[in-house]
């Protein structure tokens, strides 16, 4: 059986809040992205890790969160012009600590439906699973990763590819 | 493009049973690894434990959430203890045939920083209640993974149980 697991491009980011990936080919059947991520910022207010599709800036996301942080565990919904992916790690954690996130977009090259992906956040506050959803019909060409603090920058370690499969 | 998510090695645990299942001189020339883990115990284990690189300090610090089919979810703190614990395993009391499921996804596992990874652990019995981890754990400890270990909590892996290390690369 042919292997269809691969890599499709990575970027391991030391500044800047963003990371976009073009030109996605179509050819496969679903996408993972896995990040391995920590930001700078020292300052007490979320840091968000999330995601657009095709430069998507309008208010066409939506996501529902089930979080646990050692104690209690909750669940939300989130909405907005990005898709929540989780609380990462940032300077205010422990040094060396990187929060590790798996996006996994099913049927992504599809023009009939809405988009939707399962995520798996490691923060270092909080663990967290999000089922997220994009209201759009279009194939997804392009995808940003993003912190939605805009004072927050990738540091040195942060990791992100995107592996594409293939049904067959 | 190059496929790059490999079968490293397969245990299966025989007849006879096993004490543990050990993954070890794992090749340093991957991005990340995934382990899938199938376990049954012989007696009344109920989590197989995981430690890295043979190490047994108090290095390993757990976040967890859990339900079990009815109730509402909790969620669990277990800072540095000496293993990752939360390994679901299905004892030698629950339904024939049934064994627990885990995936492991552990990235930049060769990389001089401390090591984040996640997995869900799962405990389905066709009984009224059954557990369901997902976990975000660290260990505490910056040299690069060369073995893994799972060992039951009592007792031994149960014959089928097995687990198998993937290694993944991004180029």
């Known amino acids: 059986m042919p292997g269809t697991y691969e890599p499709i491009a990575t970027s391991s980011p030391t500044s800047g809040n963003s990371v976009t990936f073009n030109s996605i080919s179509s050819s496969y059947t679903d996408l993972i992205i896995v990040s391995s991520i920590r930001t700078d910022k020292t300052s007490a207010s979320s840091d968000t890790y999330a995601l657009r599709f095709n430069g998507d800036t309008n208010s066409n996301y939506s996501a529902v969160i089930m979080r646990g942080d050692g104690s209690s565990a909750t669940s939300f919904k989130s909405s907005g012009t990005t898709m929540f992916c989780g609380e990462v790690a940032d300077n205010n954690n422990t040094s060396g600590i990187f929060s590790p996130n798996i996006v996994s977009i099913t049927n992504y090259s599809n023009s009939t439906t809405y988009k939707t992906a399962i995520i798996q956040n490691g923060g270092n506050n909080y663990l967290e699973r999000c089922a997220g959803l994009w209201r759009s019909t279009s194939a997804i060409n392009s995808i940003t990763l993003m912190m939605n603090n805009s004072a927050s920058s990738f540091v040195s370690g942060t990791t992100i590819t995107i592996y594409g499969i293939k049904a067959a | ?171």
């Open chain 2, 1 to 171: 493009m190059a496929v790059t998510f490999y079968k490293i090695a397969t245990v299966t645990v025989g007849s006879g049973g096993a004490s543990t299942i050990e993954f070890t001189s794992i090749p340093q020339t991957y991005t990340d690894l995934q382990i899938a883990l199938s376990a049954r115990g012989t007696s009344t284990a109920l989590y197989a434990r995981a430690e890295i690189n043979g190490n047994a300090g108090t290095n390993y610090s757990l976040k967890t959430i859990y339900g079990e089919g009815s109730g509402g979810t909790a969620s669990q703190n277990d800072a540095n203890t000496t293993y990752f614990d939360r390994f679901l395993m299905n004892s030698s009391a629950y339904t024939a045939n049934t064994f627990s499921n885990a995936i492991m996804y552990i990235p930049n596992y060769t990389s001089s920083n401390k090591k984040c990874l996640m997995f869900d652990s799962v405990d389905e019995t066709n009984a009224t209640a059954a557990p369901m981890y997902m976990v975000a754990g660290v260990w505490n400890q910056t040299s690069a993974i060369t073995s893994i270990k799972f060992t039951p909590n009592t007792g031994n892996f149960a014959q089928y149980s097995s687990a198998t290390l993937y290694g993944i690369s991004n180029s």
